[in-house]
């Protein structure tokens, strides 16, 4: 009997932890906050926006860093690649 109790005790105790841990990484709002799919949309919506903007703001400045490593590329003169280089950084301006 003394076994049984101090089991259920011992549950008890165990329980009011789990309880205690779910209350220190907000559960039940998350469980409000997926069922609620008006926010769920928005929220994602958002997200998803600025996702799309870093990467344009990010690619942007790959390919002006990469224009410009070609446009010192062409000063170099390199005898093979310099009038291929001259070529598409040209049309690349729009000035042919």
């Known amino acids: 009997m003394e076994e049984e109790r101090s089991l259920d005790e011992n549950t008890v105790s165990r329980l009011e932890e789990f309880a205690q841990g779910m209350e220190r990484v ?3 709002e998350y469980v409000e ?3 609620n799919m008006k ?3 928005w929220t994602n919506f958002v997200a998803g926006l600025a996702r799309g903007f870093g990467m344009a ?3 942007s400045v790959l390919a002006a860093a990469f224009v410009m490593f070609l446009r ?3 000063l170099l003169n ?3 690649i310099h009038d291929f280089l001259e070529n598409l950084l040209n ?3 729009g000035s042919f």
């Open 26 to 28: 907000r559960f039940q």
């Open 33 to 35: 906050y997926s069922t």
């Open 39 to 41: 926010k769920l949309i």
């Open 57 to 59: 703001i990010g690619f």
């Open 72 to 74: 010192r590329l062409v």
């Open 78 to 80: 390199l005898p093979l």
């Open 91 to 93: 049309m690349s301006t």
